[in-house]
Nanobody, 116 residues
């Protein structure tokens, strides 16, 4: 019912910034929470940001103070602003949403590479 397309990834130097975008389509009116996860090869997937329909946000310690998640409902888009990037942030970043019925949807991911 919901399709997600991520964009904005790329190669950036340590200390630089990127803004990821996730455009949702389909039955967007059922979306409750939106999150960004990342997963590097051979590593476990981890949450980097979450925002609820009411605007409440949550970040792990690794992202606090550097990453900001936001929503633009008029554009059906969620953003992840990433500042002060570190090589450890290198990963594939995935947008995912959860509907009011509990269903989850995932995008295909966008690669972020941070060089030293």
């Amino acid at each position: 019912q919901v399709q997600l397309v991520e964009s904005g990834g790329g190669l950036v130097q340590a200390g630089g910034s990127l803004r990821l975008s996730c455009v949702a389509s389909g039955n967007i009116f059922t979306i409750n929470e939106v999150a960004w996860h990342r997963q590097a090869p051979g590593k476990q997937r981890e949450l980097v940001a979450l925002i609820t329909s009411g605007g409440r946000t949550n970040y792990p310690d690794s992202a606090k103070g550097r990453f900001t998640i936001s929503r633009d409902n008029a554009k059906s888009t969620v953003y992840l602003q990433m500042n002060s990037l570190k090589p450890e942030d290198t990963s594939v970043y995935y947008c995912n949403v959860f509907t009011t019925t509990g269903a989850g949807y995932w995008g295909q991911g966008t690669q972020v590479t941070v060089s030293s």
